[in-house]
């Protein structure tokens, strides 16, 4: 979803892949399609479905008739009928897929009724295309400016040109109805298109302008979500959610469509949670229902008559037995009674992220350390080697402590001492020598 819609950058063209959405991947536009069934050959004597999907600004889609019956791919620009004139889209499904996608939307008992597609666009057609995008920008700021000056009640939030330059749509929100012909006048004289207004909700306007929401991530009605439920505030008692419209409205105003993405397995939970909660009675006194851990099955209760009390949390099985002995008119003494008590478990956290530990770099340290200590078990660390233990190496070798030589006379031992030999001298310099001592 790098781009949006093609109008994001100047004159059309998006400011990503430069393609003004006509690539085959479908990646710059709202509400892009995976062709799944692609790679699958129809049979023998079947004959191509003959009714693509096309795709046109902010994810507008329409089903057009391939009269020609040319082959299109998926990511073709392509002319199709317009009303009047011809307008330019996208191929966004065909063949099989496009056969599911109007069944899904209903679509195949108006299919008579539908257009066709005229021809593939050509350079002429993508240049017109363009101009007429270039267009959309300046003219939304100029009729904002006419509509309040008019005194109209309503808010134009996006304008889509058809191709052939000759019809705008303007889409617009208000609470109430607007008389806007007047308006259409004014914009009939200063645009000289044909004017279509189109009336639209706050969700679809959010669907259409795009942004980020408070999960971080792009809003789903500018991505994949087509059909706007309605959402309740029952929705969000059932989840027990706090009833605060700042946190559960979004960037429309409204509730959040996400509301009822998981109603359905908190009405699952439920439905399996005893009715008739709210009171529980018992010889102490009448304990009411302050919460309840859908999940986990525990409910919590306090005494209405203590002023200050701790919650009791309660199982729903429990709370069930409560209720049966309630309706036999019996009592139990207290709600401590029943509640379970479990031994917290211990949680052990392995290397999931691959996190390594700080301490990683001590376990060398040590292993040097211990090698030192092994070679003079007799030095501390930090400490410097003094003579006397030089002295104590030497006189457990057999050596005297004022020299390194066994004889007391040290010329006798440098005599009986071997010459050493040149490395350098090889056995021409052997000769030499051996030549000498003979003279």
Not at 401 to 413: E, F, T
Request: charged share 30%; net charge positive; proline share 3%.
């Amino acid at each position: 979803m790098g781009c949006e819609s093609c109008s994001n950058g100047k004159g059309g063209t998006p400011a990503g892949c430069k393609n003004n959405g006509t690539c085959s991947t479908g990646g710059c536009s709202k509400l892009a399609v995976f062709d799944w069934l692609g790679n699958m050959e129809l049979p023998g004597n079947a004959t191509p479905f003959e009714y693509v999907e096309i795709r046109f600004k902010n994810g507008r889609k329409e089903f057009f008739r391939n009269a020609t019956k040319s082959s299109l791919n998926p990511g073709d620009a392509v002319v199709v009928e317009g009303s009047p004139g011809h307008d330019l889209g996208i191929i966004s499904a065909s063949g099989e897929l496009a056969r599911l996608q109007m069944e899904t939307k209903r679509a195949m008992k108006n299919a008579r009724d539908s257009r066709k597609v005229l021809r593939k666009a050509t350079s002429e057609d993508m240049d017109k295309w363009r101009e007429a995008r270039g267009r959309e920008e300046d003219t939304m700021y100029k009729s904002r400016t006419i509509a309040i000056a008019l005194g109209l009640e309503m808010k134009i939030s996006d304008i889509e040109f058809q191709a052939d330059n000759t019809k705008a749509t303007f889409y617009y929100t208000a609470e109430g109805r607007v008389d806007f012909r007047e308006l259409i006048k004014k914009f009939a004289d200063t645009f000289k298109v044909r004017i279509e207004m189109k009336q639209i909700g706050a969700r679809q306007e959010a669907g259409r302008l795009g942004g980020i929401g408070s999960c971080g991530r792009e809003l789903c009605c500018s991505t994949w979500l087509t059909d706007f439920r309605s959402v309740s505030t029952s929705a969000a008692r059932y989840q027990q959610l706090a009833l605060n419209t700042q946190k559960l409205a979004g960037q429309c105003g409204k509730l959040k469509c996400c509301l009822n993405y998981e109603l359905d397995s908190y009405l699952d939970a439920l439905s399996t949670f005893p009715k008739n909660y709210n009171r529980l009675k018992t010889k102490k006194g009448i304990a009411n229902h302050l919460k309840t851990d859908i999940f986990k099955g525990i409910m919590w209760y306090i005494y209405d008559e203590d002023g200050i009390s701790i919650p009791v949390p309660l199982h729903k099985d429990r709370v069930a037995e409560i209720l049966e002995m309630n309706n036999d008119d019996k009592f139990p003494i207290d709600l401590k009674s029943y509640v379970e008590t479990e031994e917290p478990k211990e949680v052990v956290y392995g290397n999931v992220v691959g996190q390594d530990s700080l301490t990683r770099f001590d376990e060398g340290k040590k292993k040097s350390k211990n090698r030192k200590k092994r070679r003079n078990p007799n030095q501390k660390d930090g400490q410097k080697k003094s003579p006397q233990a030089n002295t104590k190496g030497a006189s457990n070798r057999g050596d005297s402590p004022q020299g390194k030589s066994k004889s007391d006379n040290p010329a006798k031992s440098r005599k009986n001492k071997p010459k050493r030999r040149n490395r350098n001298q090889g056995d021409a310099g052997k000769g030499n020598s051996d030549k000498g001592n003979a003279n």
